[in-house]
Structures are given as C-alpha cells and as structure tokens.
C-alpha cells in the first residue's frame, strides 16, 4: 500500500512539475507575444508615417503644380487683355461715349 502511496506522490509530482513547465511556457509565450506585437505596432507606425509623409509630400508638389499654372494662365489672360486695350481701348471709349450721348 505505501509503494502505491509513493507511485502516486511520484505522479502527483509529476504533474505538478509538468503543470509548472507549463505554465513557464505560457508567460515565456505571452512575454514574446507582447513584444512581437509591440515590434510590429512600432513598425506599423514607422510604415504609416512614411507614408503619410509621401502622400503630403505628393500632394504638395501638384497643389504647387496647379498654382503655378494657374499663375501662368493668369499672366497670359493679363498680357492678351493689356494687348487687347492697347488695340481697342480707343474704339472702345468711343463706342462707349457714343451709348451714353445717345437719346
């Protein structure tokens, strides 16, 4: 009977050491989880940040594109309407006097 008692303590130990494995296991899992994961947010955040930065950097360039060919079309509408007075701005006086003296 106390060899059965004995063989059953030595399962319980056992069981016991196989329990503690396993639950250091499972920290040691949990612990590389928890950097894992805080490795891949960091690097997540460096990626969306690069991108973010292109995307603004992008956006920069063609808003500085459109605003300097709308410049461009404004200076040239500009120099055809200076063109266009200094051509017609005389008739264009006259026909004007000429409505306002008419009856």
Partial sequence: M?????????IENS??????EANRRK??????MEEKTKAFD???EKE???????VREAMEREMKRKLK????????LLAQM???YE??????????????IKE
């Fill in 2 to 10: 106390d060899k059965l008692f004995d063989q059953l303590s030595d």
């Fill in 15 to 20: 069981a016991s050491g196989i329990m503690e």
């Fill in 27 to 32: 920290a040691a899992f949990a612990r590389e």
């Fill in 42 to 44: 960091q690097e997540l």
């Fill in 48 to 54: 969306t940040g690069e991108r973010i930065r292109q």
């Fill in 69 to 76: 060919e709308q410049k461009e079309n404004s200076e040239k």
């Fill in 82 to 84: 200076e063109r266009n």
């Fill in 87 to 100: 051509e017609y701005g005389d008739q264009y006086a006259e026909e004007l006097f000429r409505d306002m």
